[in-house]
């Protein structure tokens, strides 16, 4: 590793930039008499790019978490079109990947057994839902190109780029504070987008002044509704918090509670129920780490029958009598019985890979009640449909296995405040995959960013 750095930190960098860019002069010199302007740029652009973050890798991270909350920000070139955020991950990924292969050339011996579980975390289990995934392209017959990019793009890709990458970017505690600091900032702007749209809110009602998505002018970074802000806010806030921890000043402690405070209010706005669910979820967490060793069944169970007592009282006098809510609600519902039935017909290896809104399309019910058919709200509908009780079994163990690592690490965890720093790593973890039950990003860098943070925050900190 201290050649890399040498390479990357001394002259030898400066030369090899100056190499690449003579090259690419080279070939933009070259190219431009046989090949479209535009896609030399794109080149130019794809190799500079990768080069400066071969060199800062960490400034890469930063850089695909600033821009990981805007989905709907893409690319859009011909029929090509990607969201920046991937673009930048994958980016990042060949720069890292330079890097490993240079490091793996100069000291080869060090690469056994050890390196790969610890640059590929979960790598076992990732494995067996792409495996079962890939079994279920057997039914995407005729339409096979179509079933394996799906299988690459999101699925693997989704590891590859937004688990594998921060394990093997953030070297230290420092780099992690700073991507924490990242998410942070982000989480900020997207709660200031919210607020816009309650400063801005027209219409009858006090449904007015829901936070949704603020489009300036014809730009709606976010897109999607006001999961959007919500899904988002959710992972940020633990996280928020966990800087907090972290901070020794007292002033600076003050600035994480008004973010804290601000971002819950926003959320509270949204009127998301995921996103209340995924808070409340988080709480729990927290009280139960905080309050574990006096732990009283008959008390917990006690507050649990109040609490959806209330809750269940709020929704039929209030939610209940929201056209809105009406209406969604009786969308999952079928979404959800379209899902059982298709799996009852294929149980075990699913109908293939992206085959739901298909399926929702060709069920007359749907069609004539709500129109163009939409994506599985939750991951469990939507793997069980397409890729089966395998696929459903195999994510299970791969969320199953992430959970158990954080879980270890917060229990191995010598220090009491390195408990209570895994302790927020958990409750973003729980936070992001309940509110994947109910949310269309499973496999997005939306759930899997703050996840991959997470997991090498938990190997940090929990060395003790």
Known sequence: ??????????????????????????????????????????????????????FYPLGGLCLVVLLYPFINWQLRWGDFNAPYVDLAALFLF??????????????????GKT?????????????????????????????????????????????????????????????FRVVLKTFLAVGLVVA??????????????????RAMPFAFGDFNPLGGNHNAIAEILAAVIPLTFLLFLLSEKIKNRGWYILAILFMVIILFLTLSRSGWLALIVELVILYFI????????????????VFLLVLLLAYFTVWQYVDWTRTSNANRLLLSSISWNNFLDRPFIGHGLNSFQRLVGSTFVYEVEFGDPLESHGFVQKILTESGLLG?????????????????????????????????L???????????????????????LPI?????????????
């Open 192 to 209: 200031f987008i919210g607020f816009l749209s309650v400063i801005f809110a027209s219409g009858p009602g006090w449904f007015k002044y």
């Open 452 to 464: 991959g943070v997470g997991l090498r925050g938990v190997e940090l900190y929990g060395e003790g």
């Open 115 to 175: 390196w790969l579980l610890k640059k590929w975390p979960a790598i076992i289990f990732a494995g067996l839902f792409f495996a079962a995934s890939a079994l279920a392209i057997i039914h995407n017959y005729p339409d096979w190109p179509s079933a394996v990019k799906y299988l690459l793009r999101p699925l693997v890709f989704f590891y590859l780029m937004f688990v594998i990458l921060p394990v093997n970017v953030i070297k230290d505690k420092a780099q």
């Open 392 to 424: 459903l079994l195999s994510f299970f163990s791969l969320l199953g296995y992430l959970a158990y690592t954080y879980i270890k690490s917060y229990m191995n965890a010598r220090h009491l405040s390195a408990k209570w720093i895994i302790a927020c």
């Open 290 to 305: 905080r309050y574990r060793h006096k732990f009283n069944i008959y008390a917990a169970a006690s507050f649990v029958m």
């Open 426 to 448: 958990i409750m973003m973890f729980g936070g992001m995959v309940v509110f994947e039950l109910f949310s269309t990003s499973y496999f997005l860098a939306v759930m899997w």
């Open 94 to 111: 060949f720069a890292v990947a330079l890097r490993s292969a240079i490091n793996f050339v100069n000291e080869p011996e060090r690469q």
């Open 1 to 54: 590793m201290d050649q890399i750095k040498k390479l990357f930190q001394s002259g030898e960098f400066g030369k090899f930039a100056i190499a690449v860019f003579i090259g690419l002069a080279a070939f933009s010199l070259l190219a431009v008499n046989f090949v479209p302007p535009e896609y030399i740029m794109a080149v130019d652009v794809a190799v500079i790019v990768t080069l400066a973050m071969a």
